[in-house]
């Protein structure tokens, strides 16, 4: 299992993948286990862990 708060931090944008749409979201807190992502289409408190469904979570990278 990985530590969560080495590959996410607070603020980072992220795409998320909920039923079967992607959506845009900011990581809003993290944790070893969970992040809890602000998903403004869908709600303020979305989570996501280990285990369960964070390959669903896609960081956004500006290069």
Request: proline content about 3%.
């Amino acid at each position: 299992m990985a530590d969560l708060t080495h590959i996410f931090k607070v603020g980072q944008r992220v795409k998320c993948r909920m039923d079967e749409d992607i959506h845009d979201g900011v990581i809003k807190e993290t944790f070893k286990d969970h992040v809890i992502i602000d998903i403004p289409d869908v709600s303020d408190h979305c989570w996501f862990e280990n285990d369960l469904n964070i390959e669903d979570v896609i960081p956004v990278y500006n290069f």
